[in-house]
């Protein structure tokens, strides 16, 4: 929540908004602390649940080393907490992953189509697009159902990614 202090380059009207889906059925929320507030509630008590597993097991010393990597399995799902995407003035901001401008090596729109794996889940993304921004060892995604905001997300990101690539 700290980086949604920064400006907001896209999305920051309804519309821009309702364009934006990280997953197939659900819309974005804008990146304030208000709209966000659950998911934040859900990732502090996550982070919570680890501290306290993780403070037991060691002062209880009865714990396994097979103990601890079960107290990180819920981290690999934190990033679903938050309904966030948002471009930056120095990244792109989605859910709790943040990539710079200078670490995205690629970014792609790959067509919904019969073989994609959203289609048919929603009838609003069937034939839009997904973004897939690729960084040095994991992506970010989310699907765009208007050529208009397609286009706007397509100009912001040349602009700064091929600043980063001269």
């Known amino acids: 929540m700290r980086k949604t202090k920064k400006d907001v380059i896209l999305p920051t009207t309804q519309e821009e908004i309702a364009a934006i889906r990280t997953y197939q059925q659900r819309t ?4 304030t602390y208000s709209e966000q507030k659950a998911g934040i509630i859900m990732y502090s008590l996550t982070l919570l649940f680890m501290f306290v597993m993780f403070f037991i097991g060691t002062c209880l010393k009865e714990f396994e080393l ?10 690999l799902h934190t990033y679903n907490f938050l309904d966030l995407f948002a471009v930056l003035d120095d990244g792109i901001l989605c859910g ?13 729109f790959v067509r919904i189509d019969m073989n994609h794996k959203y289609y048919g889940f929603s009838k609003e993304v069937n034939d839009k697009y997904e ?5 040095k060892f994991h992506y970010i995604s989310c699907i765009v159902t208007t050529d208009e ?14 600043v980063n690539e001269e």
């Open 28 to 31: 974005v929320k804008f990146p």
């Open 96 to 108: 709790t992953r943040f990539i710079a401008w200078g670490k995205i090596k690629s970014f792609e």
């Open 131 to 135: 973004l897939r921004v690729k960084a």
């Open 66 to 75: 097979s103990f601890y990597p079960l107290i990180f399995l819920p981290l």
């Open 149 to 162: 905001i397609k286009e706007k997300l397509n100009s912001v990101l040349n602009e700064h990614v091929a």
